[in-house]
């Protein structure tokens, strides 16, 4: 069992940085590749970035590529997104979840957090 807690959401304006942290807890952390998901209001929930167990192969949506930088720590079981030159598009709720291994479709995720609200105002 993995438990997920996002944190670091926030209110930016067009152009600004956050940087979201996702900690988890349980044992088996760490055989677990990593992924960032965004719900934009509305919308479906949809993959942003995914890194695999062992901090290689990061994976990125092209809407955010070049912007977004996925960092994972498995001491002490950690994975942000550092989120840069942000737009209002980039609105929506963040989710961090685990999976087997990265994939960018959210069924192939098996822990989820709650989420954090962005708002990037324009």
């Known amino acids: 069992q993995v438990h997920l807690a996002e944190s670091g959401g926030g209110l930016v304006q067009t152009g600004g940085s956050l940087r979201l942290s996702c900690t988890a807890s349980?044992?088996?952390?760490?055989?677990?590749?990593m992924g960032w998901f965004r719900q934009p209001p509305g919308k479906e929930r949809e993959f942003v970035a995914a890194?695999?167990?062992?901090?290689?192969?990061?994976a990125y949506a092209d809407s955010v590529k070049g912007r977004f930088t996925i960092f994972r720590d498995n001491a002490p079981n950690t994975v942000d997104l550092q989120m840069n030159s942000l737009k209002p598009e980039d609105t929506a709720v963040y989710y961090c979840?685990?999976?087997?291994?990265?994939?960018?479709?959210?069924?192939?995720?098996?822990?989820w957090g709650q989420g954090t609200q962005v708002t990037v105002s324009s």
């Open positions: 349980g044992p088996t952390f760490n055989s677990y590749a």
């Open positions: 890194i695999n167990w062992d901090g290689d192969r990061p």
């Open positions: 979840a685990a999976g087997p291994a990265v994939r960018s479709g959210p069924e192939y995720y098996d822990y």
